[in-house]
Structure formats: C-alpha cells, structure tokens
C-alpha cells in the first residue's frame, strides 16, 4: 500500500516538474523567437516588408494595440479620422506626408508633424490669412475679407464643384502671386506630399471641403500636429504600428492568411 | 523504487540535479535579458541601429532618414556606394559629437550651447504634444478663453476730413441723408481714402489710427460718427467679431491648450534646474 502511495506521488512529484519545465522552455522558446522576429522585422528595409507576410502578419498584430492605445483617440479605432479634430483618414490611399509607405508612416509615428521633436516634419503651415502676420515663418502679407471670399470659391471651383466665375477670375492672380498659395500648393493645386501641403483638385478635406470649412481655414490657418513617439515607443513598437497602419490602407497586405 | 523516483527522502543527487537545471535556466534568462537590452556594451549590433560607436547607437531610422535626405531614396533602392558613404558620415558624425563632448565644447561655443538649451526646450514642448488632452479638458479652455477665438471683424469706412470747426455740420448733413461727395465740396472736406474697401479690424485700426478706429468700430453699419481732428466716417459696413463655436475653434484651441502645456513644462522644467542647481552670485549682482 505504502508502495503504490509513494509511486503515485513520485508521478505527480515529475509531472509537476516536466510541466513547469515545458512552461519555462515555452516561455524561453517565445522569447527567443519574439526576438528574432522583432530583429528580422527591424532589419528588413521597410519597402521590402510587405514581400514577407509572416513579418507583416506578426508585426500588424502586435501594431494594433499600440495604435488602440496611442493614435486612435485622434484617427478613430478604425483609423478613418475626423475632419472635426483634422486628423486624417489612414484607411484610403490619400497621404499628406509621403505616399503611405512603411517608411513614410515610421517617420512620422517617430518624429511626429509639428511635433516639437529635433527631427519632426515641419516644412508648411497654412497661413492665417485674417491676422495680420498669417504666417510664423514665411514673410506673406494678409488678404482681405474679399479675398478671403475670393479665394474660397476658386479652391472650391479647383475641386471640381460649381463656383462663382467672377470671383474665381479675381482670385486666380492671387493664388499665383501674394497669396503665395502656389507655394505650397502648387500653381495647379495639386499640392505636394513632400511638404505636407494638401492637393486641392481632389474631393479629400483634412479640415471639411464645405465653403465655410475653406473660408475658415484661410482665415485662421491650420496646423495640425501628429505626437512624435521616438524615445516613447520602442523601435520596433513604431514599426509594428507604421505596418499597421500601412495595412489600414492596404488591406490583405499586412497579414499573411491563416 | 529508485531513490530518483522516492519523494519521501532526500536524495543529495536529485537535489543538486535540479538546482543546477534550475541555476542554467535562470542563467538563460538572464543572459537573454543582459545581451539584448537596450544601451548593453555586446559585440553585436542592435536590430534597431545600423552600427554602434563606442556603445552609442546610430539608429535605422535616422540612416533611412539620412538617405533619403543626401540620395532621395530608401534603403532598399540605394546603392551600396551611396550607403557606404551616409553610414560612413553618420559615423564621423558620431565620433566627433563624442569627441566634442570630451573637450566640453558647450562650454565656449555660443552656437553649441544655443543648441542644446533648444533641443531641452524642445523636448520639454514635444512632451507636452505627445500627451492627448480630454475634450473635458479642451472645453474648459476654451470656456476659459473664449474671447480669443472669434473671427476677425471687418470694416469698410470712408474717412472723411474736414476744417475742425466745420465738423459738426458736415456731420449733421450727412446723418440728414446727403450725398458725401456734396457734402465734401460744400464743406471743404477730403476723403482721405484711408480704408480702401472692406478691411479686417486689424488693417483698418493701421490705415485710421486708433481714435477713428475706435469711433468707426462702434458705428453700426450705415451710419456716421465723429473723431479728434475733424474726421467724420462714414460706415459703409462694420462686421464685429463673430465668436467661433467650440467645434469650430477646437483645432486652435488644441493647439494653444498644447502650447500652454509646453509652456508650462519648459517653465517648471527650469525652475527644477535651478532648485537643484548649485548658484553662487558675485557679490557686486545680487
């Protein structure tokens, strides 16, 4: 009797053992890999990543809940923005800064726009044209309130949409002259991604693409910022959220099927 | 039963077999943790840097960035020539910075101690962005402010001047309804054409100066007032300033709420320095 008690015992004794064991190894064999993944993740050059699915599949789940945590309080949960609060929509295939690469958004996740940070992105500011020095930076003299008027119709009329003909002739010399608005935008509105400075023949509005949205932005300006997280997030935490916001607006590109 | 498998007594061979697999376990993880934490001096490179000088990393990040700066392409498209050179000079870069640290350069060199005293400020202000403010929080900024967020009012105003004592009546007749070009010629008056169509608020206080400014601003649309001088204006339109909505104003608010914040912390950041500072002052300056 005394025997098969302590022959039970020894069984459980070993099994706890082997299992706490297989727990530690499985711990240490997670580790392990985590770490490799996340080295190989940080090694690939980041137009390359979308050619390794697994990469992009172990990065885009790891990235979400940074971005739930960090950036959807401004892009929304399901990164389709608000144009209330400026923040852009990351889901469609118009980008502000660069063109939506890997690389692009890891810039801008570690430096941030008008963030503050020694390497931010703070190339343009859209001037106050209503204010006496409409700009920080640039030396541009106000327009007036006719101006203003003006100018709302021809960027609307650069959309696409219905404007008021006389009023997009006056204002046409303006946008290509003191208004310095070619500056920025182009002579032909078609913007320019390496500054920041938003196309305005499209039907995409950071700020809303009604006339009183228009008008308000050449009166008061627009600066928006996107925080900079370098030295907030890891390396690799920024990558794994620039791959998943790339996959917002790449959908199928960023997680290998299952 | 073997004495390995008898739980009921000790056996020193069992005992010390897993403590030693206990100990190598633990040596793992410790030396997981040792030659894979950030700032560790290895003889490996970290993921996250291209290259280590002295321990100091030089980051991916900045080389892609660097690249893109000098070449205008991403690491993948560059050439190894190209790459060679950025890595290169980023690496110069380095051991310079470092070395100018050894020689504490920031204690002569003006442009060196500018620099560092606005990358402190600059980072005091980027943690102040990076943190998202309430809409709690931004509302009561902005019902604490409100008067700063209104648009800017706009004016058209056709300034008159006449002899001093000729004012009055120029005034008089002009609030009867006649004609100010009549009024001009009968009167000896001139228009001194100060405000030329509709202006903003801030335009129009420039071109009249600020007492027929003040006279203009609060004359409603189609009427006349007097000013020092003779002046006599005619307001043709005055729109006051309109007081933005939160929704609105809520980008400016933001961005002020921020630059408060900043402020603040580059303020407190300072007077932290300073408590912990040791500061002596020469007699002859306190």
């Given amino acids: 009797m005394d025997r098969l008690h302590d022959v039970t015992l020894a069984r459980r004794t070993w099994a706890a053992i082997g299992g706490a064991g297989l727990v530690v190894l499985g711990a240490l064999t997670w580790l392990i890999w985590s770490a490799a993944m996340d080295g190989r993740l940080l090694r690939t050059d980041p137009g390359a990543l979308p050619q390794h699915p697994t990469l992009m599949s172990y990065a885009h789940e790891r990235g979400a809940p940074v971005f739930q945590a960090r950036c959807a309080a401004c892009h929304g949960r399901d990164g389709r923005g608000d144009p209330a609060r400026g923040a852009p929509n990351l889901t469609d295939a118009d980008w502000l800064y660069g063109a939506g690469e890997i690389a692009d958004l890891e810039t801008i996740i570690a430096h941030g726009i008008r963030a503050g940070a020694p390497r931010t992105l703070a190339f343009a500011e859209m001037p106050a044209y209503a204010h006496p020095k409409p700009s920080r930076t640039e030396p541009i003299p106000p327009l007036s309130p006719a101006d203003i008027r003006d100018m709302t119709e021809y960027v609307v009329w650069m959309s696409g949409r219905p404007a008021d003909p006389a009023a997009v002739a006056r204002a046409a010399p303006v946008f290509q002259t003191r208004g310095g608005c070619y500056d920025c935008h182009g002579r032909d509105g078609g913007g320019d991604s390496a500054i920041g400075a938003p196309r305005l023949t499209d039907a995409v509005w950071l700020y809303g693409g009604g006339r009183a949205d228009i008008a308000h932005s050449l009166a008061e300006g627009r600066h928006g910022v996107s925080p900079a997280f370098a030295g907030r997030l890891t390396p690799v935490q920024i990558r794994e959220t620039a791959v998943y916001v790339y996959g917002l607006s790449h959908p199928g590109r960023s997680a290998s099927p299952r | ?286």
């Fill in chain 2, 1 to 286: 039963m073997s004495a390995w498998l008898n739980f009921r007594e000790v056996y020193p061979r069992r005992a010390l077999s897993l403590a030693a697999a206990g100990a190598l376990i633990g040596l793992g993880v410790a030396g997981f943790g040792l030659f894979t934490a950030k700032g560790v001096s290895t003889f490996i490179v970290p993921a996250e840097d291209v290259a280590t000088v002295n321990q100091q990393p030089i980051s991916r990040l900045d080389y892609a960035a660097q690249l893109k700066a000098v070449y205008d392409v991403d690491p993948a498209a560059a050439s190894p020539a190209q790459k060679r050179k950025v890595l290169s000079d980023m690496i110069r870069e380095e051991l310079f910075v470092q070395r100018a640290e050894e020689l504490d350069v920031a204690s002569v060199d003006p442009d060196v101690r500018a620099g560092m005293v606005n990358a402190i400020e600059q980072q005091a202000a980027a943690d102040a962005i990076t943190a998202q403010p309430t809409e709690t929080q931004l509302r009561a900024w902005f019902d604490a402010h409100r008067a700063a967020y209104a648009s800017e009012g706009s004016i058209a105003v056709r300034d008159l001047v006449f002899p001093p004592d000729r004012a009055p009546a120029a005034l008089g007749a002009l609030k009867a309804g006649q004609g100010a070009d009549a009024v001009l010629a009968r009167l000896g008056g001139k228009d001194t054409e100060a405000v030329k169509g509709e202006e903003f608020y801030f335009a129009a206080r420039i071109h009249l100066g600020p007492a027929a400014f003040a006279a203009a601003t609060a004359t409603p649309t189609g009427g006349v007032a007097t000013a020092p001088g003779g002046h006599v204006l005619l307001v043709k339109l005055n729109h006051p300033p309109a007081p933005f909505t939160y929704e609105r104003a809520r980008d400016q608010v933001l961005s002020d709420y921020r630059a408060a914040a900043a402020a603040r912390l580059k303020d407190g950041n300072e007077r932290f320095l300073r408590e912990r500072a040791n500061i002596l002052i020469a007699p002859d300056l306190k």
